[in-house]
């Protein structure tokens, strides 16, 4: 079993419909993380949480939300999807370790497209 | 936001050849990870390197961390199909975030 899984795996949706993608972990991190992917463009960071009652916002974070329900649920929500947000979505987690060195750990993916 | 430059975006080769990816930065990190990413999967962890002037090396592929950590270098000897994939640096400092390269694409032809 993955130690990240992201659901869905794939989803299309249209314009002005809200989108939930969660995200949940076996590896018992206390940090979690949602990123987008866009061709040519790595990997971006929209939300982060160090704890359950912590949340951060990344670099783009608007037209997103997130909640953090349990240390091991992480919860990315488009609350009026529109086109310019087809991406691929990727969940990380990361140990804090010391001096915030350890590596992140992704799921599969979420691909999600809006018409 | 501290960004971290990759090149090249695209290398295509082909099997036997040796090659090297390069991660910049004018920022220090305390920290740098080379990750692998292959189509329909998530990004996967090949090294991390945090002192500067580092070098670490897995099987045919040698990473070296910069005597300033601002930089890195990825160089695979002898290309192998396998190796074809997206190839990702990742600078972190003691925030515990990440920033990310936008990746080099990698082709090896067999």
């Known amino acids: 079993d993955a130690d990240v899984t992201q659901t869905p795996r794939n989803r299309i949706t249209k314009t002005g419909k809200r989108i939930m993608l969660e995200c949940s972990q076996t590896k018992g991190h206390d940090r979690m993380y949602w990123y987008r992917q866009d061709p040519g463009l790595g990997l971006r960071l929209i939300y982060y949480s160090f704890d359950v009652k912590d949340i951060n916002k990344g670099e783009i974070s608007d037209g997103y939300s997130v909640s953090r329900q349990a240390q091991a649920k992480f919860s990315l929500s488009l609350e009026s999807a529109i086109p310019n947000q087809t991406a691929l979505y990727f969940c990380?987690?990361?140990?804090?370790?010391?001096?915030?060195?350890?590596?992140?750990?992704f799921g599969d993916g979420t691909r999600l497209s809006i018409l | 936001t501290q960004l971290l430059e990759q090149s090249p975006q695209f290398l295509s080769i082909q099997e036997g050849e040796n090659l090297t990816v390069y991660c910049n930065s004018s920022s220090v990190f305390s920290s740098l990870q080379w990750y692998r990413q292959e189509p329909g999967e998530g990004p996967v962890l090949l090294v991390t390197?945090?002192?500067?002037?580092e070098v670490k090396k897995l099987k045919r592929l040698t990473f070296q961390f910069g005597d300033a950590r601002k930089d890195s270098s990825l160089h695979i000897t002898a290309a192998q199909p396998g190796d074809t994939g997206l190839y990702l640096c990742a600078g972190s400092w003691n925030a515990g975030k990440s920033t990310f390269g936008d990746g080099t694409t990698l082709t090896v032809k067999p």
């Open positions: 390197v945090v002192t500067g002037g």
């Open positions: 990380a987690t990361s140990d804090p370790g010391q001096g915030g060195n350890q590596p992140q750990h």
